[in-house]
């Protein structure tokens, strides 16, 4: 039996899940064409777009967007004070992790403007073509409706670990903690006292209890979603996971939150092996020069 086979006992309809090392799939499960929606794993995908944005030079990550003093780097670590959903902003930036899709919206309309296009297509342009992502499309809000498969979210993982549409100097901000020190929500998993998100990805930091497992390293990256989706990457291990179910996250929680913990622990047991860890990685406190703090 291996580390995968342990989704056969998920309670949902599908799931379909990859393992990767040094960005290489070692082993998948399911069915890797089944296309779905990817809910808030959308995310890290527009993100991705917004950094190709910046090095386009059609945006910055300090310039301003939103409320007063907010800016397109507090809108992707979700510093910006704004909500889960709703348009009036309930904090000021800066001061707590406060997980919103609206200020991730906010975040793509400003891309949006920049580039004089939809942002479906930009992101489409920017980020699936390259990466040959065919049947990944954005339906919808940036941060919660991209549909892909499986084969699609692996290009994507391999594009993170190693960056070819944006430079690694840029690529760190998606895993290096913004805004250290904020506390704040995981939706569906808790409150923490320290809660490290870089822009467009979580960092898991010292989170406890939390969705990846108890061997996964403080520096491990990566973001799940309402649809039943989740994916990480450990510089430490080498290691990636990716699993696409198939059922709502609020529907299996508690079963969830045991299982992809326990998946996430049997994948590094069976494919972890010893070595140095990425060598574009730095600590999660650092932020890439320019990145907003």
């Excluded at 179910?245 to 045991?258: I, K, N, T, Y």
Aim: hydrophobic share 40%; proline share 9%.
């Amino acid at each position: 039996m291996t580390a995968l086979d342990l989704t056969r006992d998920w309670p949902v309809p599908s799931v379909s899940a990859a393992v990767l090392r040094s960005g290489t799939v070692v082993a998948t499960i399911g069915d890797t064409v089944r296309v779905q929606r990817l809910a808030s794993i959308s995310k890290p995908m527009a993100a991705w777009a917004a950094f190709v944005a910046v090095e386009e030079g059609i945006v910055s990550f300090d310039q301003p967007v939103g409320q007063p003093g907010c800016t397109l780097g507090h809108l992707l670590a979700h510093a910006g004070g704004y909500p889960f959903e709703g348009s009036e902003p309930i904090a000021p930036p800066g001061r707590t992790r406060m997980y919103s899709n609206t200020g991730f919206d906010l975040a793509c309309d400003a891309v949006t403007a920049a580039a004089e296009m939809p942002f479906a297509e930009y992101l489409r342009l920017a980020v699936f073509e390259p990466l040959g992502m065919s049947a990944s499309e954005l339906r919808g809000s940036p941060s919660h409706g991209v549909h892909s498969h499986l084969d699609d979210v692996v290009r994507f993982v391999q594009e993170v670990v190693t960056p070819t549409l944006v430079t690694d100097e840029t690529a760190r901000a998606a895993e290096h903690v913004q805004y250290p020190g904020l506390a704040g929500i995981v939706p569906g998993v808790g409150r923490y006292e320290r809660c490290p998100w870089g822009m467009g990805f979580e960092v898991r930091g010292d989170k406890h209890p939390h969705w990846t497992g108890r061997s996964n390293s403080p520096r491990t990256f990566g973001h799940f979603g309402g649809s039943g989706t989740m994916f990480w990457i450990d510089p430490d291990a080498d290691l990636a996971l990716v699993a696409l179910a198939d059922r709502p996250f609020d529907e299996w929680a508690s079963d969830a939150l045991v299982e992809w913990p326990r998946l996430s622990d049997a994948v590094l047991a069976e494919y972890a092996t010893t070595g140095t860890p990425s060598a574009r990685s730095a600590p999660p406190s650092a932020a890439p020069p320019g990145a907003s703090r």
